[in-house]
């Protein structure tokens, strides 16, 4: 049996073909999936009514004298706690700004932050195994030992990194989204304060509106929602918002808001002025986009156009002369 899938490794028409057939089928499940979306409000709303419940919890204990409770998300498999217990992992890989770099992806309390832990043990031993068995077993380099060792050390250091790759594209994905429907957000969140609505009962209108469009930016406007009903100081949820997010846009919000807060400057004209300053941004970056694509298509028309053209243009003179 082994013999036989080392053989398969190393038919390149085997390989061709397998490799030809994943990226059909990731291809066609690309375009399936992109026609039925999938709804992830209830699931990601049903998370932050956790969060709201563990603040509550956690004011109620800081108003009765007790000790604090932190905020709890989805709780870790048990051999995944149990591993991160035991091998002591938050002492000897945990770091400060991990916890900080979760929030921002989305992922809040300690069981997110037990699941990293846990991956970035696994993830290194993992690849330089799979690195190995590839090496010295399935395809035997011949080259070096070093060599070997080196190549396997490689797979440790991208395992070492991938939970840290995982992490920073998920936040850039979440802030994309936020990005993209943030002046939106704040043109209704003007509507609703405008209207009459307080600021706590515009931030859970707008939450329930701006879910179809980013259900990131949504779940943020509802755990604020939540931080201004539960906490003394509007400030600490306003810059909360600002930590979780870590965009511009939202920072200036942010700031506007508190010194409204504290100087008691209309807010209307505050979130009018922001809206606007948001949509200009929003504006700027997509003419910048624009003005960077002509640079972009300039190898894939040298390399992909251009040869096809001449083809056309040149072949049926070529044919003309061939058969003279």
């Not at 563990?54 to 709890?72: D, H, K, P, Q, T």
């Not at 068995?133 to 070997?148: A, D, E, N, R």
């Not at 179809?212 to 755990?223: G, I, K, N, Q, Y």
């Not at 846009?249 to 100087?263: F, P, W």
Request: hydrophobic share 50%.
């Amino acid at each position: 049996m082994l013999d036989l899938i080392i053989s398969r490794l190393h038919d390149t028409t085997f390989l061709v073909g397998l490799f030809t057939a994943i990226a059909v089928t990731a291809t066609a499940w690309t375009l399936i999936s992109s026609l039925f979306p999938a709804d992830e409000l209830d699931k990601r709303m049903k998370a932050v009514a956790v969060e709201r419940a563990a603040i509550r919890a956690r004011e109620r204990e800081r108003l009765a004298g007790g000790e604090r409770v932190g905020l709890r998300g989805q709780s870790p498999k048990e051999y995944m706690r149990v591993t991160v217990e035991r091998l002591n992992l938050r002492k000897w890989l945990g770091e400060d700004h991990i916890r900080e770099m979760l929030r921002k992806a989305g992922y809040r309390g300690h069981g997110p932050y037990t699941v990293y832990l846990f991956f970035r043990l696994v993830a290194p031993v993992a690849l330089f195994a799979v690195a190995a068995l590839y090496v010295f077993v399935i395809v035997p380099l011949q080259v070096s030992m070093t060599v070997k060792v080196l190549i396997c050390l490689g797979g440790a250091y991208v395992g070492l990194k991938a939970p840290d790759l995982f992490l920073s594209n998920q936040i850039q994905k979440r802030q994309e989204s936020i990005r993209r429907a943030f002046p939106d957000a704040l043109d209704l969140l003007l509507i609703c304060v405008e209207s009459g609505m307080s600021i706590e009962a515009a931030f859970r209108k707008v939450s329930e509106e701006v879910g179809t469009s980013s259900v990131p930016l949504a779940e943020e406007f509802t755990l604020t929602t939540a931080e201004l009903s539960y906490l003394q100081d509007r400030r600490t949820a306003y810059e909360n918002l600002a930590k979780r997010v870590d965009l511009e846009g939202v920072k200036a919000v942010c700031m506007a808001l508190i010194q409204s807060e504290r100087y008691g400057t209309p807010l209307g004209q505050t979130l009018r002025v922001m809206a606007q300053e948001n949509r200009d941004m929003r504006m700027m970056e997509a003419e910048k986009k624009a003005a960077a694509l002509p640079p972009k298509l300039t190898v894939p028309m040298i390399l992909f156009f251009l040869p096809v053209l001449f083809v056309v243009i040149l072949g049926p003179a070529g044919i003309q002369i061939a058969n003279r």
